[in-house]
């Protein structure tokens, strides 16, 4: 399978779950900004989900399918358009060699990801197709796609996958009858998410621990996919030591000295010096995630132990889609 | 959730001198707080039990990150909620785990890290800053060169960008502040100055490090096994080279290939 850029949109690079074995050496984690679409657009082809996918940034992209080809996309920045028809979101689509794909405007995120079968076939770079921009490695040479490039499948395609693509194909159709069910798995208010609190909350004065919980945040402009920076009620320190610096990983949220909050994300570094008066719980990381410049976030806490049992359940969650997609094309 | 822990005397790791704090940095994170100060003998502590813990891992356990004064862990928690580890919760059975390593008997001692020599050409295009350290510190350029290079280096931490060493153990004659504004490019190979610490840029980026000479060394290079030329607990020395001598191992370090 193999598709060709016409319009890379405004930032689009190849991820996968993220580059874990190196933090030690401080190079990031990168991988997809929202785990959670990048997992259901590789199940609903059929992959793994550390099968490498192609995350776009907002829309305003299009390619060209060179061979048949058997995809899937998931998230909020933009809608698969496909003959000036939207086609349906976590589901398998067969398009045609010669299929021209288009993706435009969803207003209500900002991250979308593309899936193959197979996955998209980059070399590994420290054991990992994702690409880290900074410093120019990873996915696809380590830069964003460009106009003209050309990418390939992975050949080794599961089971599941190629039933897929022969019965789609057989019977002529683009997409089953069935699909994923997304909004299962996210929560009602996407503009809430839960936090557990951090190693340094006693650092800051009782006031500023309420404002963080009650008061609404702004996600600011200056958000990309190292950090999102928030405006809003500043916090201020009880303790003013200087933290020495220690590990941190995207969801950590970060008070800087003037007392404005960051939220590490995907390209964070490895180690950070400022105190974490929380951290955003691993499943709402990726609804936190898709918040646009501009709008409002609340906090809400939780326990360690309730974000490890959330943790837990998505998890069972998500194998349980895997094997009903599973059940429904190999007869054991 | 933090634990702090009971120090008995015979541990290896957890000294009675730094009360450990570990904590969950994430559902797949724990942290080991050793202390609060930057110091060889708790890198030396935080270097030993990292290597007995890679030695014996838990099940689960993806990768470690030491810090100054830290050591965190990452692991996948539905392979910690599935072993026999003690404990309800992942983070129960982790620190649980790192406690009962950390005062674990000492079987041996901790193998002493590499000692890197690192090839400097100081002052001059690539040292732009020397004169600013010369001044701060009321020492010729010269002088400042001759002690930043013989001085015998420990590598802290890597962070900041993929190979970045802080390094501690420079002369206090040489500690000069970082930049009150930030220069927008520092190249690749830049040897800098920030505090009392001195470290080396691994790739073009903007920085606040006063710089006062340049190695021609690939500090991160992804085709090699380990990425990055330093590790933490590494000894480092430099060695004052001048500029044709710079340009041969440039020339020679780009067009080695590394596997």
């Known amino acids: 399978m193999k598709i060709s850029i016409i319009k890379p949109g405004m930032l689009s690079t190849v991820q996968d779950p993220g580059r874990y074995r190196y933090l030690s050496q401080a190079v990031p984690v990168s991988g997809a900004m929202d785990q959670l679409a990048h997992r259901l657009a590789n199940k609903a082809v059929g992959n793994d989900d550390d099968a490498a996918t192609i995350e776009l940034s907002y829309a305003d992209a299009s390619f060209r399918a060179e061979t048949d080809i058997l995809v899937a996309y998931s998230g909020d920045g933009a809608f698969l358009v496909y003959n000036d028809e939207i086609m349906p979101a976590e589901k398998p689509l067969f398009f045609c060699a010669g299929a021209i794909v288009n993706l435009i405007a969803n207003t209500a995120g900002v991250w979308t990801y593309m899936a193959v079968a197979g996955g998209w076939e980059v070399p590994d770079v420290m054991e990992s197709k994702s690409t880290y921009l900074p410093a120019g490695f990873g996915g696809l040479t380590g830069r964003a796609l460009r106009k003209g490039d050309v990418l390939i499948h992975n050949q080794s395609v599961s089971r599941v996958s190629a039933q897929i693509f022969d019965q789609l194909r057989q019977k002529g159709i683009i997409y089953p009858d069935w699909r994923i069910s997304r909004a299962d798995l996210l929560p009602h208010d996407r503009h809430t998410v839960r936090v557990v609190l951090g190693n340094e909350i006693n650092w800051f004065d009782a006031s500023s621990i309420i404002a963080f919980l009650t008061k609404s945040y702004t996600i600011d402009r200056r958000s990309n996919r190292m950090g999102y920076h928030l405006t809003g009620t500043p916090l201020v320190r009880k303790i003013k030591k200087e933290l020495l610096s220690t590990a941190v990983t995207p969801g950590v949220i970060q008070v800087t000295g003037s007392g404005g909050l960051v939220v590490l994300m995907a390209d964070c570094q490895t180690t950070g010096g400022y105190p974490r008066i929380a951290r955003i719980a691993s499943v709402d990381l990726p609804v936190f995630a898709q918040l646009k410049p501009g709008e409002l976030i609340r906090f809400s806490e939780i326990s360690a132990e309730e974000a490890e049992e959330l943790y837990l359940e998505r998890e069972r969650d998500l194998a349980l889609i895997s094997t009903a997609i599973s059940l429904k094309y190999i007869k054991i | ?259």
């Open chain 2, 1 to 259: 959730m933090t634990r702090f822990i009971d120090m008995a005397e015979q541990c290896a790791y957890f000294s009675a001198d730094y009360p450990v704090n570990i904590y969950a940095l994430s559902e797949q994170s724990v942290t080991v707080e050793f202390g609060t100060i930057i110091s060889e003998e708790l890198l030396n502590l935080i270097t030993g039990f990292n290597q007995f813990l890679v030695q014996n891992p838990f099940p689960g356990l993806i990768t470690t990150v030491p810090a100054y004064a830290s050591l965190t862990v990452f692991f996948d928690p539905l392979v910690v909620i599935a072993s026999d580890l003690p404990g309800k919760f992942s983070f129960d059975k982790v620190s649980q785990y790192l406690k009962k390593i950390g005062c674990a008997k000492r079987e041996e001692s901790y193998t002493r890290s590499d000692t890197i020599v690192i090839p400097v050409c100081y002052g001059g295009d690539f040292g732009p800053d020397i004169s600013a350290v010369a001044q701060t510190n009321h020492l010729s350029t010269k002088e400042v060169i001759d002690i930043h290079a013989s001085g015998l280096y420990t590598v802290f931490m890597i962070g900041f960008v993929p190979g970045f060493a802080y390094m501690g153990g420079m002369d206090t004659r040489l500690t000069t502040p970082r930049k009150a504004v930030p220069d927008a490019k520092i190249p690749a190979g830049a040897v800098g100055i920030a505090g009392g610490q001195t470290g080396i840029y691994p790739m073009e980026t903007p920085g606040g490090w006063q710089i006062i000479g340049r190695t021609p060394l690939k500090m991160f290079d992804v085709s090699r096994s380990q990425p990055s030329l330093l590790k933490g607990g590494d000894q480092v020395t430099f060695k004052s080279v001048g500029t044709d001598e710079f340009n041969t191992m440039l020339q020679n370090e780009y067009e080695n290939q590394h596997y």
